[in-house]
């Protein structure tokens, strides 16, 4: 007995199957189940608080303006760098110049520490792609790289074939996730007060992407100094949940 025929549709706009797999490893990239670490850091978020310059929903959502548009003006040059050009030469290069640039500790401590975790999520799981572990192998215990996040994700982007807009507006996007989560964490706000600043947030991340996107890494800058200052006090808080 023959099974009845689906009707397929043929619009010019329905995704090829050779697609499929790269909208998978993207979606995979940016989801929060990727063992990564990012929800061990509020960008200083926790800091903030206990200092007293967040004490309301409109301080909260000026802070995460502010983290996005320092993420755009400071990270995002790295980010695209490192799309453009994902060889072990450009990570090394990119990742010295961010680590020459982070002015504070804790900053630095994270942002390594999350590009340690990326980078060796990135070998285990994008098997197809085995210059990722070739990289890592060859770099680790090396001392010629930190494993900042920015590049790592960048170079990643590139590897799995990603264009410079889409892992640029990730890395946006998952800058929103992680700051949004520490807050409900922190109980600034509940999970469904969270998921409306989330979508609220959104154009917002937009311009500050059209903004800074598509930038060298020497016209990298911090926009938001205080924010830079409050993180660098996290580790001196008396009790923390978050490592900065």
């Not at 200083?44 to 301080?59: F, M, N, T």
């Not at 680590?99 to 942002?111: C, Q």
């Not at 192998?137 to 982007?157: E, K, M, N, R, Y």
């Not at 998921?195 to 890494?217: C, F, G, N, S, Y």
Request: glycine share 6%.
């Amino acid at each position: 007995m023959e099974c009845d025929q689906i009707e397929i549709s043929n619009d010019s706009d329905r995704p090829t199957s050779a697609e499929f797999p790269l909208q998978w490893s993207e979606w995979q990239l940016i989801d929060s189940i990727l063992p990564t670490g990012g929800f061990a850091h509020s960008f200083g978020l926790e800091a903030a608080v206990q200092c007293r310059i967040i004490s309301g929903p409109e301080d909260l959502r000026t802070y995460v303006v502010h983290v996005l548009e320092n993420t755009g003006s400071l990270l995002l040059p790295f980010v695209y760098s490192g799309t453009m050009s994902p060889t072990i030469e450009t990570w090394h290069e990119l990742d010295k110049m961010l680590d020459a640039t982070l002015t504070n500790e804790v900053s630095r401590k994270a942002s390594t520490s999350q590009g340690s975790a990326l980078m060796r999520v990135a070998a285990t799981v994008f098997t197809e792609f085995p210059y990722l572990k070739t990289m890592r192998d060859t770099s680790l215990g090396s001392g010629a790289v930190a494993f900042h996040h920015a590049p790592i994700f960048g170079i990643i982007c590139g590897l799995i074939g990603l264009n410079s807009g889409t892992s640029q507006r990730a890395y946006m996007f998952i800058t929103i996730r992680d700051i949004i989560s520490a807050a409900t964490r922190l109980n600034l706000l509940g999970p469904l007060g969270a998921a409306m600043l989330q979508h609220q947030i959104a154009p917002v991340a937009e311009t500050m992407l059209k903004k800074w996107m598509d930038r060298k890494v020497e016209d990298a800058c911090q926009t938001a100094p205080l924010l830079d200052t409050v993180q660098g006090c996290h580790g001196y808080l008396f009790s923390r949940l978050f490592c900065s």
